[in-house]
């Protein structure tokens, strides 16, 4: 995963998709961006509702919904989206690495892994 994009941008990608009302944190993302900023940490990677763990290339979403959609399509379109997105940014900061396979699926080890956590349906 790339840190060339912020949870903030994740956000917006999100709230884009249609049948997403927006961002809506949990308990687990709030602790998360509340200790991160008493650690000042990258304040680029904490915020309430997008957790971002660099290390494990894993991203957890929070968000509400409305019900103009199956859920599990609004679901879909945002974990497709965030993938996307990261997998482009990450093939541009890859871009003066040589790969050493050149096809690359959803199960490759090098994916974001996206969990999207649905807070509210109305």
Do not use: N, W, Y
């Not at 709230?15 to 949990?26: K, L, Q, S």
């Not at 894993?58 to 997105?85: F, H, L, M």
């Not at 050493?100 to 999207?116: F, K, L, W």
């Amino acid at each position: 995963m790339t840190t060339s994009l912020s949870a903030a941008e994740l956000a917006h990608l999100v709230t884009a998709v249609p049948g997403v009302r927006g961002i809506e944190p949990g308990i687990g993302s709030t602790l998360r961006a509340i200790g991160s900023r008493i650690r000042q940490q990258d304040p680029q990677q904490a915020r309430f509702g997008v957790i971002v763990e660099e290390g494990s290339r894993r991203v957890v979403i929070e968000i509400g919904i409305d019900d103009s959609r199956p859920v599990k399509d609004i679901v879909r379109d945002v974990q497709e989206t965030i993938i996307r997105s990261l997998s482009q940014a990450g093939d541009s900061d890859d871009a003066s690495e040589a790969r050493e396979d050149s096809d690359s699926c959803i199960g490759d080890q090098r994916a974001p892994r996206v969990t999207v956590r649905v807070q509210s349906l109305l």
